[in-house]
């Protein structure tokens, strides 16, 4: 299958703590973000999404926070499994309204440790 | 409710050929994307489709084109392949309205020899 995982930045945590994933968006003009996991050999899968307005939002066992001032976006998985390894996206919208055109971020590899 | 589907899964091509991609969205939604996945790099965005135009496109060559059928479905055709356009091609499905979350399929591993 697609191995996503060469030469991306990585998190190795135990089963059971927490994660924290974090990225760095690149236009202070980008009003909406998403979260995607991507599972070798399979496309990215929807986690949780957050608009500009707002500074938390909070999923099943998943929460975003955006930081609009510094251009940070994190995500934190609560009680991490090894279900959860896998290449975590951000990504943002700064097309202003016109369009759905997402610019994706380098990803991070999430690998845990049972 | 069937997701977002991609045909074929797999496809080898030489330098020089053509080929096409295909794509259904998700039940319910009229907009498809099309993205291009280098091998440990994030998705790159190539054309958005609705109302069966091209609405916005990223930056690639005029080699890469699509359509959009009336059912909402798509294809990406590549021209000339060349060997870099080697990734994992994705299609994303939304409704057109703005901020709607994009979901994708599987993609479409193209391996051009």
């Known amino acids: 299958g697609e191995n996503v995982g060469l030469h991306l930045p990585t998190l190795s945590v135990q089963e059971g703590d927490n994660s924290i994933i974090n990225c760095a968006y690149s236009?202070?003009?980008?009003?909406?973000f998403i979260w995607y996991k991507q599972e070798s050999g399979k496309g990215p899968q929807f986690i949780i999404d957050?608009?500009?307005?707002?500074d938390k939002r909070q999923g099943q066992r998943v929460t975003v926070l955006l930081n609009k001032t510094v251009k940070h976006l994190s995500l934190q998985i609560a009680a991490t499994q090894p279900g959860d390894s896998a290449v975590y996206f951000c990504?943002?919208?700064?097309?202003?309204?016109?369009?759905?055109?997402?610019?994706f971020g380098t990803g991070t590899l999430l690998a845990v440790q049972p | 409710d069937a997701g977002v589907t991609q045909s074929p899964t797999h496809l080898i091509k030489t330098r020089g050929q053509q080929v096409t991609l295909r794509c259904s969205p998700k039940?319910?939604?009229?907009?498809v994307s099309w993205y291009q996945q280098a091998l440990g790099q994030g998705p790159q965005f190539i054309f958005q489709?609705?109302?069966?135009?091209?609405?916005q496109r990223g930056n690639f060559p005029d080699r890469f084109s699509g359509h959009q059928f009336p059912n909402y479905s798509s294809e990406l055709n590549v021209n000339a392949l060349l060997l870099g356009d080697s990734a994992l091609y994705l299609c994303?499905?939304?409704?057109?309205?703005?901020?709607?979350?994009?979901?994708f399929g599987n993609g479409t591993r193209l391996t051009v020899t």
């Open positions: 039940s319910g939604h009229d907009t």
């Open positions: 957050i608009r500009s307005n707002m």
């Open positions: 236009n202070s003009a980008s009003d909406y």
């Open positions: 994303a499905s939304s409704l057109r309205l703005y901020n709607s979350p994009l979901h």
């Open positions: 990504a943002e919208n700064n097309a202003g309204g016109a369009t759905n055109k997402l610019i």
């Open positions: 489709y609705y109302e069966e135009e091209e609405r």
